[in-house]
């Protein structure tokens, strides 16, 4: 089992940064694809991004991809994703969710019944 704690998020300016941690613990996730998804009221989990188990390959939904940066630490067991120039519909509960395959699959790695552990969110806010 994995056990995946979220943390970072936090009220901020649109225009400002956050950087969110999600921290593994139960077992090593190097071996695991690590993704960042988000949920807003009333609507449906969205994909943001993901990173392959080594790090070499990552992949962005459209609405983040040149803001938000997804990094991971294997030696520390924790993925982050830096935030950039937020704006208010980047407001949502935060997720971070592990998949065994390891692998960045376009098409597929966005979708979150491809992945087998997550964590309890974190609440991101952006006033305009």
């Known amino acids: 089992q994995v056990q995946l704690v979220e943390s970072g998020g936090g009220l901020v300016q649109a225009g400002g940064s956050l950087r969110l941690s999600c921290a593994a613990s139960g077992r090593t996730i190097r071996s695991y694809a690590m993704g960042w998804f988000r949920q807003a009221p009333g609507k449906e989990r969205e994909f943001a991004t993901v990173?392959?188990?080594?790090?070499?390959?990552?992949a962005y939904s459209d609405s983040v991809k040149g803001r938000f940066t997804i990094s991971r630490d294997n030696a520390k067991n924790t993925v982050y994703m830096q935030m950039n120039s937020l704006k208010p519909e980047d407001a949502a509960v935060y997720y971070c969710?592990?998949?065994?395959?390891?692998?960045?699959?376009?098409?597929?790695?966005?979708?979150?019944?491809?992945?087998?552990?997550w964590g309890q969110g974190t609440q991101v806010t952006v006033s305009s």
């Open positions: 990173i392959s188990r080594n790090g070499g390959t990552t």
């Open positions: 969710a592990a998949d065994r395959s390891g692998t960045v699959v376009v098409g597929t790695s966005s979708r979150p019944e491809k992945y087998e552990y």
